[in-house]
């Protein structure tokens, strides 16, 4: 769940790479007069996504003009995410598009692909606009789903657009079960207002990620708890404290801050609940 810088590359510009090496001639007329609507698109994409009402956008491009949704996405998959495309090198230089290459999704694996925010299946016009591609790692652009949001409260969060700021949202609690576990939850700041608020709350369930944080912080424990052995509570409470204070400087709302915040703040996790994780 992290922003990232809008690309460069204009829609038109990366449709005309594109398409630049179609061999039928009438194919690539068809193409070629559309890439004013390619413009038009992009310039509501933009508008609407500013706006956070991307459910909005309609597309009527393959009913309007004479090219397929077929022809359109074939765009994509073989002239720009195919390795011999004229579009590879751009799909290349989106998918680098974050620090470290880290998915934007999910905020911890590797980006390895591009996702359609809007999906290509229903959005020809958008199929190769670049604020409309998204770096992500498998496992999220999997779970996406095909269909579009169609209300506010379907929306998941545009690492292009959605700025969530430095306020603290993520926070994690451990559950003394049998077995325990770590638990993480959205608990949005006052100020933001309802739908934000809500498309944080279904983006962090449509993408499993308490699921996906928990795991990585038992592997975290196990890692640490050698350590952790040798420390008193207060100690580890202080260790976990100062671990969290360092990654909130990194990313606010990373697992890990809410993490080591939230176990730092748990008496019974430091004097004795970490070692339930690892027997
Ligand atoms: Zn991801």
Redesign the pocket.
């Known amino acids: 769940m992290r922003r990232i810088d809008q690309p460069k590359f204009s829609a038109a510009d990366v449709f005309s790479t594109c398409i630049s090496k179609v061999r039928k001639k009438d194919l690539k007329k068809r193409f070629e007069s559309i890439i004013p609507d390619i413009e038009s698109a992009e310039k509501s994409y933009k508008k609407l996504a500013e706006k956070s009402m991307l459910y909005t956008f309609s597309d009527d491009l393959c009913i309007r003009r004479n090219v397929t949704k077929e022809e359109m996405k074939a765009v994509y998959t073989q002239r720009m995410a195919n390795s011999g495309g004229p579009g590879y090198e751009i799909y290349n230089l989106l998918k680098r598009g974050t620090f470290n290459r880290t998915?934007?999704?999910?905020?911890?694996?590797k980006v390895s692909t591009l996702d359609h925010y809007l999906p290509k299946a229903s959005y020809p016009s958008v199929v190769v606009t670049p604020l409309n591609l998204i770096p992500?790692?498998p496992?999220?652009?999997k779970m996406k789903l095909d269909d579009a949001a169609h209300t506010s409260e379907e929306e998941t969060l545009h690492p292009y657009f959605d700025d969530l700021g430095s306020d603290r949202f993520l926070f994690a609690e451990v559950q003394n079960g049998e077995p325990p576990v770590i638990n993480f939850f959205i608990d949005p700041p006052k100020t933001w207002d309802e739908k934000l608020a809500q498309k944080v709350k279904n983006h962090f369930i449509s993408?499993e990620l308490n699921l996906l944080y928990s795991m990585q912080a038992i592997d975290d424990i196990i890692g640490q708890a050698g350590f952790w052995y040798q420390l008193n509570k207060e100690d580890l409470k202080n260790q976990l404290s100062f671990q969290a204070e360092s990654r909130r400087m990194a990313h606010p709302n990373s697992w890990q801050t809410a993490f080591y915040e939230g176990m730092s703040q748990d008496d019974w996790f430091c004097e004795k609940g970490f070692k339930k994780f690892i027997e």
């Open positions: 998915c934007p999704i999910c905020g911890q694996r992500a790692c496992e999220c652009n993408f």
